[in-house]
């Protein structure tokens, strides 16, 4: 009977869990966000207004989240598509330091599928906050003006067909 | 075999046991009948006991144990499972939906039959029908000796949203939560998202007049006593989990002496 119960109560958070993977990419409701500074694993400094004239897909994430971890490769294969053209992937951490997010990228989890893309610290969260996020995963899309299209709370596999053709329309614009 | 003859199991454990658990069915304001979890300790209890509930996922083995563990420390607990009772679904819509009556029932029972002071303790999405249920408490008992019977809701990850997060647009929180005067103590896993606005959260609640306290628990994510890919340091958490309530519990009574 107690391993019916473990059983059939791993079957309700793997069906939470898995809601929240069926994400869906819609149009931004809210208002535009502000710009941001943040450093990457290398200590490199990023502002979003550098990557003007490009496709940004802003990524908040951390390692305890499952969801955010399992859709980082599908990020990782995206990027790789677009790697000749005008679009860039920031995953920005919340709030955990460089150790804890080194060891994550070097588990055997990850060696799969590096990431090549930048890894931002927001060890404050003061992004979090400018940004109103509230959950995790939540990702954006913004175009080449600098604007935000679209957003998204949960999981997405990222290479799907749907989010390719996303993307591929912003690129064309 | 012999030796695992039932009775001989009862005599072995016997001696260990310091507290008694028995079901108490209540009928609900609607009429339905509702069964309490109640755990009393063996040998006396403090002034203030436990009236627990169980967050959106339902009542599990974990929070009966849980339960067995504070009456272990000479405090008395009762657990109802609003969800349960009325064969509603398990999910946030759920908790949204209750109102306080139920809890206000819960709580006018407890305290006829103990005497005693509650503490309201509950986990996610269950603060609301919890906070609603204390604040017709205190509506109904307002300027008499019962008011403050309600010492206070100890609360772990509360999840007082109004709908499901929308990427880049602000927070609404359920009216309730402006609405409460009762103390909160608030215990929040470190590893969640909510963690980072729990000072807007802190600001909404005192609107009402709550005094609320913070506790951040490092290293552990929301529901991390239930969940089945809990990391060795969330288990170990979770087993002292019934003494950081219990904990919660003595320093919202010594603030209010």
């Not at chain 1, 599928?113 to 060890?123: E, Y």
């Amino acid at each position: 009977m107690k391993r019916l119960s473990a059983l059939l109560f791993s079957l309700l958070i793997a069906l939470y869990a898995g809601s929240l993977m069926a994400g869906e990419l819609k149009p931004y409701k809210g208002k535009p966000l502000p710009d941001f500074s943040l450093v990457d694993m290398n200590g490199k400094q990023h502002s979003l207004a550098d990557y003007k004239g490009k496709v940004v897909l802003i990524n908040f994430w951390a390692t305890w989240c499952p969801p955010c971890v399992k859709e980082m490769p599908s990020m990782q294969r995206l990027q790789d598509k677009f790697a000749d053209q005008p679009f860039e992937t920031l995953a920005v951490n919340m709030g955990e330091d460089k150790a804890t997010i080194q060891e994550f990228l070097d588990s055997d989890q990850m060696k799969k599928t590096p990431l090549s893309f930048s890894i931002l610290l927001d060890s404050d969260g003061a992004v979090l906050k400018s940004w109103k996020i509230f959950a995790f995963p939540t990702t954006f899309l913004i175009d080449k003006e600098g604007n935000i299209t679209h957003g998204l709370f949960g999981g997405l596999e990222w290479d799907s067909p749907e989010a390719v053709a996303v993307v591929e329309e912003l690129l064309a614009k | 075999m012999k030796l695992f003859r039932p009775w001989l199991i009862t005599f072995l454990i016997a001696p260990v046991l310091v507290f008694a658990s028995e079901t108490r069915t209540i009928e609900l304001p609607d009429g339905d009948m509702m069964d309490m979890r109640v755990v009393k300790p063996e040998s006396g209890s403090a002034n203030a006991m436990i009236l627990g509930f169980p967050c959106d996922q339902g009542m599990r083995q974990v929070e009966l144990r849980m339960s067995e563990q504070i009456a272990e420390q000479n405090i008395e607990v009762w657990m109802a499972d609003l969800l349960g009772s009325h064969f509603l679904p398990s999910e946030a819509s759920s908790m949204r939906n209750l109102t306080g009556e139920e809890v206000l029932a819960l709580i006018e029972d407890a305290h006829e039959q103990t005497g005693k002071r509650v503490y309201l303790v509950t986990a996610g999405f269950g603060a609301i029908p919890v906070l609603r249920g204390a604040k017709e408490w205190v509506d109904k008992y307002q300027g008499t000796e019962k008011e403050k019977v309600v010492a206070g809701a100890i609360l772990l990850y509360p999840e007082l949203n109004a709908s499901e997060p929308e990427p880049g647009v602000a927070m609404q929180y359920m009216s309730i939560t402006s609405q409460t005067s009762i103390p909160v103590y608030i215990l929040q896993p470190e590893n969640t998202p909510a963690r980072w606005w729990l000072d807007q959260l802190k600001t909404e609640l005192e609107k009402g007049g709550a005094q609320v306290t913070i506790d951040i628990l490092p290293k552990v994510r929301g529901y991390f006593f239930m969940r089945p890919n809990a990391t060795e340091h969330e288990k170990s958490v979770s087993h002292v989990l019934p003494q950081i309530v219990v904990n919660a519990m003595n320093q919202m009574n010594t603030a209010q002496e």
